[in-house]
């Protein structure tokens, strides 16, 4: 499979106007199958994002602790932006602790359903969802986990309580739903927290954290369906390219063949991502700190995703630029040589954080569904070949619903497999004015579209599939309602 495919799952243009949509998926549960490897996972992900500070916020009370770090409640139009950019994957962070109850952990309904929400808005787009236990660490509470054997017994019946309930709840989506064990497990506060001198000085949270990733790992697994073969992520000392690579950090024996996944962290270089009295300046002695993640992630046996990385905003656009640059070269070439390091970008929706400087990664403006840093969104797309035209400030789109005027004809045009568009069997189109509902079941395919100024090769194998529609009356509110497969 070619760079571009891989990178271009689906393109939605217009020769004057965009329509955006997505597939109308096939709900997860009727899919029912996990059949791909670790690896054939990682390299179907192009990039992710990190959807931070809201599910894991950790004040409040109930469904409202979503909104308690001040970000604004998740909504479909958010991932409808995110996959628009160009993203395939986002990062759910979760903090499941506070929402149990009793010495069985039970997970609050309204919460589940609340998650479940949340992970449906990807689903449907068509995405990668990565669903961890996020701010779920702690030494003190028999509700959290903590990396000591004092805490060992405590943790790991916390953990197989909520890993239990959670793969239950999720045990019919298909191989879009990866779990992710833990999130940065680490002796929270220590000396060593993030930073050791020597494996043995850690050698005790490895333990404990090797037998924490087999409870998760036997839960998941236990409750059959698709989780007999899901894919599960599972991450070392405090999750540090380091702590995976460390000496007595094993990843947990599996029952099912190929389906482990390695969760690195990676804000590389610390003193330009996200050090408060860090750098602005991406120099060329930073590289090789980057040059070393990618080197010692060689190392590692299973396929890797980088789960959280980013560079704080220090209104130094044009640095983070080349740090994108260079950072996404580096996994560009690792997809060269057959393999691929999917990186998730880290998002808290704040761009400007005053007290701490190093805190700054609110790429998307959750109020106005904008990009803050659209040339450093365009060069994290452009150095993977991922289409950005959507994002680019000269291109003009439709949202999916919106009002149409001076606009002669709609399009919604996929970049899709030959086999995948025999299969499609109309696209819908509703308009407000009560004219009419449209239905087109009857596309061209096209090896090359010219849309937007730029011109467009479809791969071997694959077409460019358009439906469009013509002479729209002015003040028409266009849906498009979805995309129906045989």
Wanted: with cysteine.
């Amino acid at each position: 499979m070619t760079k571009l495919v891989k990178r271009v799952t689906s393109v939605f243009l217009a020769a004057s106007m965009i329509v955006t949509t997505a597939f109308s998926s096939v709900p997860a549960s009727a899919q029912n199958t996990c059949d791909k490897t670790a690896a054939d996972v990682v390299l179907d992900m192009t990039v992710g994002w990190n959807l931070g500070n809201s599910l894991d916020a950790t004040n409040g009370d109930g469904v409202n602790s979503e909104t308690s770090w001040g970000n604004p409640k998740t909504t479909k139009a958010m991932i409808d932006a995110v996959k628009r950019a160009g993203f395939n994957t986002v990062r759910v962070p979760v903090s499941w602790g506070r929402h149990t109850s009793g010495n069985n952990h039970t997970i609050d309904s309204a919460w589940m359903a609340r998650v479940k929400e949340v992970v449906g808005y990807c689903i449907d787009n068509d995405m990668y969802v990565i669903l961890n236990t996020h701010h779920d660490i702690n030494a003190t509470s028999d509700a959290a986990y903590y990396p000591t054997y004092a805490r060992l017994d405590a943790s790991n019946d916390f953990l197989e309580s909520i890993w239990t309930q959670i793969a239950n709840e999720f045990k019919d989506y298909d191989y879009h739903l990866i779990f992710e064990t833990l999130n940065e497990p680490r002796l929270v506060g220590h000396e060593y927290e993030w930073w050791w001198p020597n494996d043995s000085a850690i050698a005790e949270p490895i333990a404990c954290i090797n037998s924490m990733n087999q409870t998760c790992l036997d839960a998941i697994r236990a409750t059959g369906g698709n989780n007999s073969t899901r894919c599960i992520m599972v991450p070392g000392y405090c999750a540090s390219v380091y702590g995976a690579t460390a000496d007595g950090f094993r990843v947990p024996n599996d029952s099912a063949d190929d389906r482990i996944i390695v969760s690195v962290h990676a804000y590389t270089p610390v003193s330009f991502t996200l050090d408060d009295n860090g750098t602005s300046v991406f120099s060329d002695s930073l590289k090789s700190e980057i040059d070393d993640i990618f080197n010692t992630i060689e190392w590692i046996d299973e396929p890797v995703i980088i789960g959280e990385m980013s560079a704080s905003n220090r209104n130094n656009s044009s640095e983070r630029v080349k740090w994108a640059e260079y950072y996404f070269g580096k996994v560009a070439e690792t997809i060269d040589y057959g393999a691929n390091v999917p990186c998730i970008l880290w998002d808290n929706n704040v761009w400007i954080n005053q007290e701490h400087a190093g805190e700054s990664h609110g790429h998307l403006d959750r109020s106005t569904l904008t990009w803050n840093d659209e040339p450093f969104i365009n060069a994290i797309m452009d150095t993977l070949g991922v289409s950005s035209l959507l994002i680019k400030p000269d291109v003009g789109y439709l949202q999916k619903t919106e009002v149409v005027n001076n606009c002669y004809s709609v399009r919604a045009v996929m970049l899709i497999s030959e086999e995948e568009a025999n299969r499609i069997s109309k696209v819908s189109f509703h308009f407000s004015n009560g004219s009419k509902n449209v239905t087109i079941d009857s596309a061209k395919c096209y090896s090359k579209i010219t849309a937007c100024g730029e011109t467009l090769d479809a791969p071997e194998g694959y077409v460019f599939v358009v439906h469009a529609i013509q002479n729209i009356p002015d003040g028409t509110t266009v849906t498009c309602t979805g995309i129906d497969k045989y």
